[in-house]
């Protein structure tokens, strides 16, 4: 990756050069073309910067989190219910067998 210029709160900013996508589109077996690589370029720079800007925040005070928001726990209780019986959900297999469903072997 090659120096670029200043960015626009003065900072400097990392440019990709074109033989930088070039690498990255071997890597990923992709063949573009020239526009191709120089919209890639063009949007690659704008994602470091962006990214050269988020390092510049002070977090100092923040402390690590794994989500945003508090997590709460959403779901019902384990609690044991009716359920259909198996009669009744085996009814309609092809393959019942003793309350089962008898699946075609794969080895």
């Known amino acids: ?3 670029g210029g200043e960015g626009q709160d003065g900072g400097v900013f990392v440019a990709i050069s074109i033989e930088d996508v070039e ?3 071997k890597l990923a077996r992709l063949a573009l ?3 191709e690589k120089e919209t890639f370029r063009r949007q690659l720079s704008d994602v470091l910067e962006h990214a050269r800007v ?3 925040v002070d ?3 923040v402390p690590p989190t794994s989500h945003t928001l508090p ?3 959403v779901f019902r209780k384990d609690e044991a219910r009716p359920s259909l019986p198996t009669d009744e959900v085996t009814k309609n297999a092809s393959w019942a067998v003793d309350g089962a ?5 794969i080895v």
Do not use: Q
């Open 59 to 61: 977090t100092a005070d």
């Open 23 to 25: 690498h990255v589109a």
């Open 101 to 105: 469903f008898r699946v075609p072997r």
């Open 33 to 35: 073309t020239d526009e």
């Open 1 to 3: 990756m090659s120096s």
């Open 71 to 73: 997590l709460v726990n």
């Open 54 to 56: 988020i390092s510049e």
